[in-house]
């Protein structure tokens, strides 16, 4: 098992210097998946082929389904709206920017699914010709939203849906009203905190 997590560690690192030398990480990803599936079937026997028949593909074509959704949304004017929206607010102070923006795509991403809300997002940012820290700035708190606030609901992120689908199948049920009761109380304070020392992360050691 250490050596799996030993892996799949060496695999983050090679993702971040396959981006740094613009080598596409598509190819990090599916070289390390099937190196790891070849060591899953000569060690451990196991048949490549149970993945296909495990992967809960329904889960799958919703996200990409979502992807054509949003991208759709973006060409007919969704971004032009959010820049509109958003563009007097980000001008006015660094801290009410960070907020905003985590805050928005906490809530697009628990409505769209966090990856195709990020995408728009970076659209957004992108559109408005920031000041370079305060870009980073706001696209670190699009993570923020997307990677923590998108937890609010079980169709936030993929992992949560296939987490989900797997205890499912292994007959562990946890209802929406269960996983509610807990996120609801933790999410938007984990997000606003984290957003807050996000700013101040900035203030003290960038300005």
């Given at each position: 098992?250490?050596?799996?997590?030993?892996?799949?560690?060496?695999?983050?690192?090679?993702?971040?210097?396959?981006?740094?030398?613009?080598?596409?990480?598509?190819?990090?990803?599916?070289?390390?998946?099937?190196?790891l599936?070849s060591?899953?079937?000569i060690?451990?026997?196991?048949?490549?082929?149970?993945?296909?028949?495990?992967?809960?593909?329904?889960?799958?074509?919703?996200?990409?389904?979502m992807?054509?959704?949003?991208?759709?949304?973006?060409?007919?004017?969704?971004?032009?709206?959010?820049?509109?929206?958003?563009?007097?607010?980000?001008?006015?102070?660094?801290?009410?920017?960070?907020?905003?923006?985590?805050?928005?795509?906490?809530?697009?991403?628990?409505?769209?699914?966090?990856?195709?809300?990020?995408?728009?997002?970076?659209?957004?940012?992108?559109?408005?010709h920031?000041?370079?820290?305060?870009?980073?700035?706001?696209?670190?708190?699009?993570?923020?939203?997307?990677?923590?606030?998108?937890l609010?609901?079980?169709?936030?992120?993929l992992?949560?849906?296939?987490?989900?689908?797997?205890?499912?199948?292994?007959?562990?049920?946890?209802?929406?009203?269960?996983?509610l009761?807990?996120?609801?109380?933790?999410?938007?304070?984990?997000?606003?905190?984290?957003?807050?020392?996000?700013?101040?992360?900035?203030?003290?050691?960038?300005?």
């Open positions: 098992m250490l050596s799996v997590f030993a892996f799949i560690f060496l695999v983050r690192i090679l993702l971040f210097v396959a981006s740094y030398y613009s080598i596409p990480i598509s190819i990090v990803s599916v070289t390390s998946s099937l190196l599936l060591w899953r079937w060690y451990l026997k196991v048949n490549p082929v149970d993945v296909l028949k495990k992967t809960p593909w329904d889960i799958f074509i919703f996200a990409y389904a992807y054509i959704v949003v991208y759709g949304l973006h060409n007919i004017g969704l971004t032009s709206f959010l820049i509109q929206l958003v563009e007097p607010i980000i001008g006015d102070h660094l801290f009410t920017a960070s907020i905003t923006m985590g805050s928005l795509l906490s809530v697009m991403s628990n409505i769209f699914n966090n990856h195709p809300a990020l995408m728009i997002g970076t659209f957004t940012l992108t559109e408005m920031l000041d370079p820290v305060v870009l980073k700035t706001l696209y670190l708190a699009n993570i923020i939203g997307s990677d923590i606030g998108a609010l609901f079980p169709t936030g992120t992992a949560t849906l296939i987490w989900m689908h797997i205890l499912k199948r292994n007959k562990i049920n946890i209802s929406w009203g269960q996983y009761k807990v996120t609801i109380r933790v999410i938007p304070i984990t997000v606003i905190f984290t957003l807050v020392v996000l700013y101040l992360w900035i203030e003290i050691f960038f300005y």
